[in-house]
C-alpha cells in the first residue's frame, strides 16, 4: 500500500492555488488575452457568445498549442534536456503574433520572476526569462517537480478563469453567468487534461528513444562550433518530429487581428 504523504500533497495544492491566481503573484487581470476586442467587435455580448469564443479559445489556443507545449517543456526539463526545453521556449516567443501579446508574455514574465526573487527568495537567472512566461512558468512547475496535469491544469485555469472576469466587468454578466460559464470549461478542461499529459509523455519518450541525426552538411566549420550547430539542429528536429506527432499549431490569425485592432481601441480598459 502507498504511504500519503499529506503535508507534501497540501503543500503542492497551495501552491498551485498560488499559480493558478490571476490576482497574486503576477496580477494578470490587467490583461483580457483577446476578450476586450472581442466584446467591442460584438463576438462576445451575451453568456452564450462568451462560453463559445472561451470554448474555442480553450481548444485552438490552449489544448492544441499552449498546453501540449508546456508539458513537453516539463518533460524535457526533468530529463535536463536544456536544448529541446530552449527550442520549445523560443518557439513559444515567436508564436506571440501581436506587440501587445508580446509585451504581455514578457510583462507577466518579470512578474512572475519578481515574486520568485522577493517572495520565495529564489534568484532566477536571466537566461530563463528571455522567452517569455510560458516558459518560465515551465521552469518552475519543473523545480517544484509537478506533475505535467498538475501544471497545464493550473495554467490553463488561470486563463479560462481571468478571461471569464475581463468579460463579467466589461459585457457587463453577473456573477452567477460567469460562473457558470468558469464551471462548463472546467468540465471541457478536465476532459481532456490527463489523455493531452498522456500522450505528451508518450510521443516524448518515443521521440528521444529515436536516433535523430544532426544536419552536418556545412562541413568546413569549425569543429567547436559544428558542435553546438549539431546540438541545435537535433533540437529542433526533435521539435518538429513533436510538433507532428501531436499536431500542435500556434495559428490563430483572427485571434492575432483582434490583437491588433485592440491596439488602437479607443475605450480600452485592459492591457491585450
Not at 4 to 12: G, Q, S
Not at 50 to 55: A, N, Q, V, Y
Amino acid at each position: 500500500m502507498i504511504e500519503v504523504n499529506d503535508h507534501n500533497d497540501k503543500e503542492v495544492t497551495g501552491r498551485l492555488l498560488m499559480l493558478a491566481s490571476s490576482n497574486l503573484p503576477i496580477g494578470s487581470y490587467t490583461y483580457s488575452q483577446g476578450v476586450e476586442p472581442a466584446i467591442e467587435s460584438g463576438l462576445i455580448h451575451d453568456e452564450s457568445s462568451c462560453l463559445t469564443f472561451m470554448s474555442d479559445y480553450l481548444e485552438l489556443a490552449l489544448c492544441r498549442y499552449e498546453l501540449p507545449l508546456l508539458a513537453l517543456m516539463i518533460e524535457a526539463l526533468d530529463i535536463e534536456d536544456l536544448a529541446l526545453a530552449d527550442a520549445l521556449g523560443a518557439d513559444y516567443h515567436a508564436s506571440r503574433e501581436t506587440k501587445e501579446f508580446v509585451y504581455e508574455s514578457n510583462q507577466l514574465t518579470l512578474s512572475l520572476s519578481s515574486w520568485l526573487d522577493e517572495v520565495l527568495e529564489l534568484n532566477v537567472p536571466d537566461s530563463l526569462l528571455i522567452h517569455g512566461f510560458l516558459p518560465l512558468f515551465a521552469q518552475i512547475s519543473s523545480h517544484w517537480q509537478l506533475q505535467p496535469a498538475q501544471a497545464v491544469t493550473t495554467y490553463a485555469f488561470g486563463q479560462i478563469e481571468n478571461m471569464v472576469l475581463a468579460a463579467v466587468k466589461t459585457v457587463p454578466l453577473g456573477q452567477m453567468a460567469g460562473q457558470r460559464i468558469i464551471w462548463q470549461l472546467q468540465q471541457l478542461l478536465s476532459k481532456q487534461v490527463h489523455a493531452l499529459a498522456a500522450k505528451v509523455k508518450d510521443s516524448f519518450l518515443q521521440i528521444q528513444s529515436m536516433p535523430i541525426e544532426a544536419d552536418t552538411t556545412q562541413a568546413d566549420t569549425v569543429r567547436a562550433s559544428t558542435t553546438e550547430t549539431d546540438t541545435i539542429n537535433e533540437s529542433t528536429a526533435k521539435l518538429n518530429l513533436l510538433f507532428a506527432k501531436l499536431n500542435i499549431s500556434a495559428s490563430l490569425p483572427n485571434l492575432a487581428i483582434l490583437s491588433c485592432q485592440h491596439e488602437r481601441q479607443y475605450s480600452r480598459l485592459f492591457r491585450s
